[in-house]
């Protein structure tokens, strides 16, 4: 089965820009694979952030953003917060109403 | 406002079968633009999508799960179920239900899951 890869974990400091990328084991990534991304923190439901590669959900700040960087999409948090510290996942869609999710990135601000 | 609410045993016993239910409020399951997902995280672990099915019972599985799960919809209690099969201590996890708008295929405002259940944990244990 396709693996979709994150970076475990990430820091940042308060203020600062972070990207964290979702890839394939084997292939690009692309906006074909409509990627989009969740927020979870421990012990909450996740909170969609970004779907169709960059648009962001009803409530979600600016300072969230995505895109395709190279061959891999990407959640980009500038300005990052205290608050944003959690896990973050992408999933992307592989066809054949077929959806795997990364592994989740978690990201610590300090 | 759409609400999604989980329910089901919070323990079953290795190789029986686990059950869930997924009660949808603030909105009729009874739509062509929506499917409805189950998702699960295992303890400390990342996210794992199970199958998603529309209320016309058209469905689709993880491959890796797709031998021991049913999922079904039950228009007139707008809700929808798990059964997963044959459970064993990797299935203990927090099980999720969710909204995904997909019509069979993708689209600029469609695939990804767009309201999230609060999750019930489901520990598998003698």
């Known amino acids: 089965q396709t693996v979709v890869t994150q970076e475990p974990s990430f820091s940042v400091s308060p203020g600062g820009t972070v990207t964290v990328t979702c890839g394939l084991d084997s292939g690009s990534v692309s906006t074909t694979y409509y990627p989009s991304w969740y927020q979870q923190t421990p012990g909450q439901a996740p909170r969609t952030l970004i779907y169709?590669?960059?648009t962001r959900s009803s409530g979600v700040p600016d300072r969230f953003s995505g895109s395709i960087l190279g061959n891999k999409a990407a959640l980009t948090i500038t300005g990052a917060q205290a608050h944003d510290e959690s896990d973050y996942y992408c999933v992307l869609y592989m066809g054949s109403g077929i959806w795997v999710f990364g592994g989740g990135t978690r990201l610590a601000v300090l | 406002q759409l609400q999604l609410q989980e329910s089901g045993p919070g323990l079953v016993k290795p190789s029986e079968t686990l059950s869930l239910t997924c009660s949808v409020s603030g909105d009729s399951i009874n739509s062509d633009y929506y499917y409805w997902g189950w998702i699960r995280q295992s303890p400390g672990k990342g996210l794992e999508w199970i199958g998603s099915i529309h209320y016309n019972g058209r469905s689709y599985y993880n491959p890796s799960l797709k031998s021991r799960v049913t999922m079904s919809v039950d228009t007139s209690k707008n809700k929808f179920s798990l059964k997963l099969t044959s459970v064993t201590a990797a299935d203990t996890a927090v099980y999720y239900c969710?909204?995904?708008?997909?019509?069979?295929?993708?689209?600029?405002?469609?695939?990804?899951?767009?309201?999230w259940g609060q999750g019930t944990l489901v520990t598998v244990s003698s």
């Open positions: 169709n590669t960059d």
């Open positions: 969710a909204r995904l708008p997909f019509r069979g295929y993708c689209s600029s405002t469609s695939c990804h899951f767009d309201f």
